[in-house]
């Protein structure tokens, strides 16, 4: 069993930035295609970016890429998603999610473990 934890979430201006983070307990992070979810209010939730075990790949929704920056850190067990020139629009509860065995990272139903979610609040 896997549990993830996020944090880094809160209310910014348009234009700025925020960093979240999320810790995995357990000892097999590393082994774990990983990603970042959203779901705004009244809307389905959806893929925001995912990288490979290493690290060497990553993969982005369109509407984040060249803004957002996904990595992580296996020897503390712990997936980032670094957010720039925030918008209104990316206002929504963010979602860590480990465990995809499929070439469909993008897909909700890949991810055997998820986080309980973190606010961000972009005003304008």
């Known amino acids: 069993q896997v549990q993830l934890v996020e944090s880094g979430g809160g209310l910014v201006q348009a234009g700025g930035s925020l960093r979240l983070s999320c810790a995995a307990s357990g000892r097999t992070f590393s082994r774990f295609v990983t990603g970042w979810f959203r779901q705004a209010p009244g809307k389905e939730r959806e893929f925001v970016a995912a990288?490979?075990?290493?690290?060497?790949?990553?993969y982005y929704a369109d509407s984040v890429k060249g803004r957002f920056t996904i990595s992580r850190d296996n020897s503390k067990n712990t997936l980032y998603l670094q957010m720039n020139s925030l918008k209104p629009e990316d206002t929504a509860i963010y979602y860590c999610?480990?465990?995809?065995?499929?070439?469909?990272?993008?897909?909700?139903?890949?991810?055997?473990?998820w986080g309980q979610g973190t606010q961000v609040t972009v005003s304008s």
């Open positions: 990288i490979t075990r290493n690290g060497g790949s990553t």
């Open positions: 999610a480990a465990d995809c065995n499929s070439g469909s990272y993008y897909y909700t139903g890949c991810y055997h473990y």
